[in-house]
Antibody, heavy 121, light 108 residues
């Protein structure tokens, strides 16, 4: 059974850092591109970042570029999101999502339940 | 950057047809995917590549895409369909993934 489980969320002050993790199981993690998507309370889905299966390619939303870093450890089946210089408007539930394999435009077939990040003083 | 526009809400009576629009510049030249999200849950893919249904998604769900508008249609709406619906594309120009703002379906 495919499972994605995020962790690492919590309350953090503006300007501080946080690292999110996404533990993958039930599939060959090293074969899949992965993304982070976030959702502010009561708001819509917003794409954050993506990483290729081999970690060679990464892309970021303009709102997080230069502050967030996506990475992965294929040996441990883990996806990460390092978030620095956090702002109040980064407050959201952060989802990791798996890209459907073999497609030419990304779409997601599995999502984690999400982890809540609250940025507040 | 590429923008997808969705109306904030749609209301329909049970058994009727619900249509969700997703507007974008020349969106007909892109592949559009649709997700359903119920409160407190992760999104679920309901339509991919404009009109294809993943296994397990009822035939009541269909999609189309042409010109500047993509459309998700739910026929014979049921109370369990009440949820938020998001369209999504990949913008090759910016290498960004884009979601629409979402449309909340209320089943009257």
């Amino acid at each position: 059974e495919v499972q994605l489980v995020e962790s690492g969320g919590g309350l953090v002050q503006p300007g501080r850092s946080l690292r999110l993790s996404c533990a993958a199981s039930g599939f060959s993690f090293n074969a899949f591109w992965m993304h982070w998507v976030r959702q502010a309370p009561g708001k819509g889905l917003v794409w954050v970042a993506r990483v290729s299966n081999d970690e060679i390619t990464t892309n970021y939303a303009d709102s997080v570029k230069g502050r967030f870093t996506i990475s992965r450890d294929n040996a441990k089946n883990l996806l990460f999101l390092q978030m620095n210089s956090l702002r109040v408007d980064d407050t959201a539930v952060y989802f990791c999502a798996r890209v459907v394999p073999g497609v030419d435009t990304p779409m997601f077939d599995f999502w984690g339940p999400g982890t809540l990040v609250t940025v507040s003083s | 950057s590429y923008v997808l526009t969705q109306p904030p809400s749609v209301s329909v009576a049970p058994g009727k047809t619900a249509r969700f629009s997703c507007g974008g510049s020349d969106i007909g030249s892109k592949s559009v995917h649709w997700y359903q999200q119920k409160p407190g849950q992760a999104p679920v893919l309901v339509i991919y590549y404009d009109r294809d249904r993943p296994s397990g998604i009822p035939e009541r769900f269909s999609g189309s895409n042409s010109g500047n508008t993509a459309t998700l249609t739910i026929s014979r709406v049921e109370p369990a369909d009440e949820a938020d619906y998001y369209c999504q594309v990949w913008d090759r120009n910016s290498d960004h993934l884009v979601f629409g703002g979402g449309t909340r379906l209320t089943v009257l």
